[in-house]
């Protein structure tokens, strides 16, 4: 079969893919091959990923050369792995096998997002938006600032929550990542240590090691943050960064309580390091109730916001809410990644901010709906899993026993359903018997998803010994 481009996976972050993955019932070289194997068939190492040298990798994992060379011959005899002299071993997907790892049908499920589809008045936002675009292409329309309309409605809506905010102090962007992005950018040197919840959403762990940063990161469970650790952290590393969800928490549904809120901020204030809120989730609320903004705890916190949630991913709007300092750090570093948001979805976004009452009313009564099936169904299909109910967000972090997720995911999509093993919200390989099931889907979704899901681990626990549930042998 045709290769993929070449990249190269350094021994260093395939010691985090890898995660623990020896096992009691099989010797090390076939253990070893096994892991390997589910991470191309999951997409978390693409085809035609070059793999570290044997010397190079055996020395990392404190195996023998023999062992890495046995695992990597077992890889090439089931076609998984491709080495020529000279180029190196370059993983791959046997002959016949359903295209990409990382490439989903149209025909499946998808789980991997935790999303709704358009809000209803999405369409109206766009139409009454054509009658006010001719007001608004005067000029060249590159602005990295964003329209003063729109900045003027995120504004009001901080100031409606108690936060007092000045158009000045906001940044338009394409996005909540996109805005990431740019704040990390702006105040991240190579090297500088970067604080992030233990777990966490998978693109910021991404941008943040994409800028060079060294990732600490502090525990949270579905329980909530321990913020004592938080603290011990910040005291013995000082980050430069520490990156937060503090309203429904992706993945694990959990809100920081308004004491945690005080002490977090004055923890990071202490230490001089940037605190940046992501309230991508904030308007998800079911049942909690309302929570003071994290910025409203410390002048220099910095917050992401986006519309993708509650109105529509595909409206690309998102925004910074920062210092004037700040801001104009990020406005320096703009310019040389792109020259300011799409003005149509501005004038949307703004169209859609006067409107969040109706928007966050009609997707509180879905999120219910959904997240109370969701629970009917596990306790029908999963009766040995115990979920922790989440009062906001949009997905469930379950714990899943002993099943292997990265061997749930391989074993989901011969099912017809995608999902995102729980490795992937985290540093280290860990959380591999955790799944996180969001419930922005529709009952009927929710429910074939699950009857999948459950069809899939029934698969996978046919392929272990009794008492144990764990990946499926080569």
């Known amino acids: ?41 999951d ?20 195996l023998s050369r023999n ?9 090439r005899e089931r076609e998984y792995l491709e080495s020529v002299r000279g180029s190196g071993s370059r993983l791959r997907l046997p002959e016949g096998s359903r295209g990409r790892a990382d490439l989903v049908s149209p025909a499946l499920i998808d789980f991997r997002k935790a999303s709704f589809e358009a809000h209803p008045g999405v369409m109206d936002y766009y139409r009454r938006a054509l009658e006010i675009l001719p007001g608004e292409i005067t000029d060249s329309g590159y602005d990295t600032r964003g329209l003063p309309m729109l900045r003027e409605a995120i504004a009001d809506h901080y100031t409606g929550r ?3 905010t000045d158009p000045e102090q906001i940044i338009v962007t394409s996005g909540a990542q996109h805005a990431l992005h740019l704040v990390t950018r702006a105040l991240l040197r190579p090297g500088d240590r970067a604080l992030i919840e233990h777990p966490s959403y998978p693109h910021a762990f991404d941008t943040l090691s994409g800028a060079g940063a060294r990732i600490v990161s502090s525990p949270i ?3 909530g943050w321990d913020i004592e650790a938080a603290e011990e952290i910040m005291r013995r590393h000082t980050p430069a960064l520490a990156y937060v969800m503090p309203d429904f928490h992706n993945p694990t549904g959990r809100s920081l309580s308004e004491t945690d809120r005080a002490r977090l901020a004055q923890a990071t204030a202490r230490r001089g390091t940037t605190l940046i809120a992501d309230e991508t989730t904030a308007w998800l609320d079911i049942d909690r109730g309302d ?18 949630k509650v109105a529509w991913g595909g409206l690309r709007i998102g925004w910074i809410r920062a210092p004037r300092t700040v801001v104009e750090r990020v406005l320096a570093v703009r310019s040389g990644v792109d020259l300011g948001t799409a003005i149509m979805e501005q004038i949307v976004g703004t169209l859609a901010l006067r409107d969040t009452e109706v928007m966050v009313g009609f997707r509180r009564a879905q999120l219910r709906q959904n997240r109370d099936h969701l629970l009917g169904l596990l306790a029908e299909h999963f009766p ?7 009062n906001g967000g949009m997905s469930l972090w379950q714990h899943t026993g002993g099943v292997s997720t990265l061997a749930l995911a391989v074993a989901a999509r011969a099912e017809g359903l995608a999902i995102v093993p729980g490795t992937r919200f985290g540093t280290d390989g860990g959380f591999d018997h955790h799944l996180r099931l969001p419930f922005g889907y529709s009952p009927d979704t929710l429910t074939a998803g699950i009857r999948a899901l459950r069809r899939a681990a029934d698969a ?15």
């Open 460 to 474: 996978v626990e046919t392929h272990v010994p009794a008492g144990r549930a764990s990946s499926a042998m080569i």
């Open 291 to 308: 929570r003071s903004p994290l910025a409203g705890h410390g002048p220099g916190i910095v917050t992401l916001g986006s519309l993708g």
């Open 384 to 390: 040995e899993w115990s979920p922790h109910v989440v």
């Open 43 to 62: 997409g978390r190492l693409p085809v035609g990923t070059r793999l570290p040298a044997e010397r190079e990798l055996c020395g990392r994992l404190e």
């Open 67 to 75: 062992t890495v060379a046995a695992a990597y011959g077992l890889l």
């Open 162 to 164: 108690g936060l007092a």
């Open 1 to 41: 079969m045709m290769m993929a481009p070449t990249s190269t996976v350094t021994p260093a972050r395939l010691l985090r893919e890898l995660g623990e993955w020896r096992r009691d019932d099989l010797p090390a070289y076939r253990a070893l091959a096994e892991r390997l194997r589910l991470l191309v068939l």
């Open 221 to 223: 469970d579905p329980h």
